[in-house]
């Protein structure tokens, strides 16, 4: 184990990464060994295809590679938070584990710090960025609504992915946890809309007065009555929708359940190995000599 405090930190979730954690850490080493002392610190987010055993392997290789090792799958989110209370270093970079954040432009964030900077962000140019048209216009969109309803305004192109490999599913679940997590103005827009959907509802009932009076072809309170209850039924969906959003955040809070669960650290594993190692009995050298 490296001793005393590193100038930097790099903290590293990965999720089934088990190829490129020794590119990484080859990677890493050479960028950083010119900016002074360092740590690298990986988080295992319950990987299932040998990722452990490639940190296992690269923190015996070099004390300067430490880990965390979740008991299973806990999310993006949670892996940065455990990365970031177990790393040491004066400044902390941020980054994910398949080269998605090129690593060549460490130096010139720590150079910034350096300057005097607390905070150093990147941003993703998705002018110049290779995306395909569709991942570019949801994205877009996705900050715009996010800047309309949050308040706390996001720069485009902060994303945690570039070529991501979230699902679609894990996309929507993640825009949802950004809005519910930065704002409680769509408590206030799911006021504006059952406002707007109580205009509708009195919008119809003059149309079905007007058909009744006026249109001898209409069939009585049919189409007015489906139009009403479909209209009606969306808003009330829509409203408990989102109220139920922050209802069950209250509950998890409330709960107040761990954000996550460490397995295996690379200090126990270390200690593990010194152990077996005194254990093993030493080998005995025998040598027969022949009698006279």
Not at 41 to 50: A, L, N, P, T, Y
Not at 133 to 144: C, F, V
Not at 242 to 252: D, L, N, Q, T
């Amino acid at each position: 184990m490296t001793t005393g405090v590193p100038d930097i930190s790099v903290v590293l979730p990965a999720h089934n990464e088990a190829g490129n954690i020794a590119p990484m850490c080859a990677t890493l080493t050479a960028i950083l060994a010119p900016l002074g002392s360092y740590e690298i610190v990986f988080v295992d987010d319950g990987s299932k295809d040998g990722t452990l055993a490639a940190l296992r392997a690269a923190a015996a290789a070099d004390p300067r590679v430490r880990y965390v090792s979740f008991t299973r799958n806990f999310g993006h989110q949670p892996a940065l938070r455990a990365g970031l209370r177990y790393s040491r270093g004066r400044g902390v970079v941020v980054m994910d584990s398949d080269f998605e954040h090129p690593p060549e432009l460490i130096p010139r964030l720590v150079a910034a710090w350096r300057a005097g900077s607390r905070i150093v962000a990147t941003r993703r140019d998705d002018a110049e960025a290779d995306l395909v048209a569709g991942k570019r216009t949801t994205s877009d969109l996705y900050y715009r609504l996010l800047n309309a309803v949050g308040d706390v305004r996001i720069e485009p192109g902060s994303a945690g992915h570039g070529d991501s490999k979230y699902s679609l599913r894990r996309m929507i679940e993640l825009a949802i946890t950004g809005i519910a997590a930065h704002s409680v103005r769509p408590l206030r827009i799911a006021i504006w809309f059952a406002l707007g959907f109580a205009l509708l509802g009195l919008l119809l009932v003059a149309y079905s007065v007007f058909s009744f009076l006026f249109v001898p072809s209409t069939v009585t309170g049919w189409t007015s009555m489906m139009a009403a209850v479909a209209i009606l039924g969306a808003a009330q969906l829509l409203v408990l929708g989102i109220i139920g959003e922050y209802v069950g955040r209250i509950f998890g809070e409330t709960r107040r359940r761990p954000t996550y669960l460490i397995g295996e650290t690379e200090a126990e594993s270390r200690a593990e190995n010194a152990t077996a190692a005194q254990a093993r009995p030493q080998e005995t050298l025998h040598r027969t000599v022949p009698l006279s």
